[in-house]
């Protein structure tokens, strides 16, 4: 079973970074079928999808994010990070890392983080 654990500062000041970590257990970075991805949500509005990174490092944003995100794994492929920088109280949201089950015809998400909850406020 693979478990997936967001970690970070849950209040950012504006213009600052926000970097956030997911821990993988139960597994690992380990095959280009799976893309890792991080997910928010802003209070009273839909899933956004941020971006994703492979186990081959490959990435992919968001083209209104693509900017100012920057998703990186570590050395162990045991966890990945999502930067976000000059953040806005409009970055303010539920952040969730998601591992996405690639396959012949689809997609899906089969396993979440809980989320956190990142403030953006002065």
């Known amino acids: 079973q693979v478990q997936l654990q967001e970690s970070g500062p849950g209040l950012v000041k504006p213009s600052q970074t926000l970097s956030l970590t997911c821990s993988v257990s139960g597994g690992s970075i380990t095959a280009d079928s799976y893309w890792w991805t991080w997910i928010r949500q802003p209070p009273e509005k839909v899933l956004e999808w941020v971006g994703y990174i492979t186990y081959s490092g490959s990435t992919l944003y968001n083209p209104s994010l693509k900017s100012r995100a920057s998703i990186s794994g570590d050395t162990s492929k045991t966890q990945f990070t999502l930067q976000l920088t000059s953040v806005t109280p409009e970055d303010t949201a539920v952040y969730y890392c998601?591992?996405?089950?690639?396959?012949?015809?689809?997609?899906?998400?089969?396993?979440w983080g809980q989320g956190i909850q990142v403030t953006v406020s002065s």
């Open positions: 998601a591992r996405n089950k690639r396959r012949e015809g689809g997609y899906e998400y089969d396993y």
